[in-house]
């Protein structure tokens, strides 16, 4: 899992790690990164977007490209 959250964009990482690894609340998580707290909680939600779809890998229906030259 730690492999994957490096994977996601930086400014995401510190938000989820501090949720959900270290148990932070979402004040005082704001508190850390002097950030208000809707902004702490736009970043957990987009950093655990990025993990889901990292932890998903390529749909499944993806075509093969093509070479068109």
Known sequence: ?????A???Q????????F???EYSYKEIAEILE?????????IARGIAQLQ???AGPPSS??????CG
Do not use: C, F, H, I
Not at 1 to 5: E, T
């Open 1 to 5: 899992m730690l492999q994957s959250l």
């Open 7 to 9: 994977q996601v964009d």
């Open 62 to 67: 993806a075509q093969p490209q093509r070479n």
């Open 35 to 43: 950030v208000p707290m809707g902004t702490v909680k736009s970043r």
């Open 20 to 22: 959900y690894l270290e």
């Open 11 to 18: 400014v995401y990482q510190a938000p989820v790690a501090l």
């Open 53 to 55: 779809r990292l932890l």
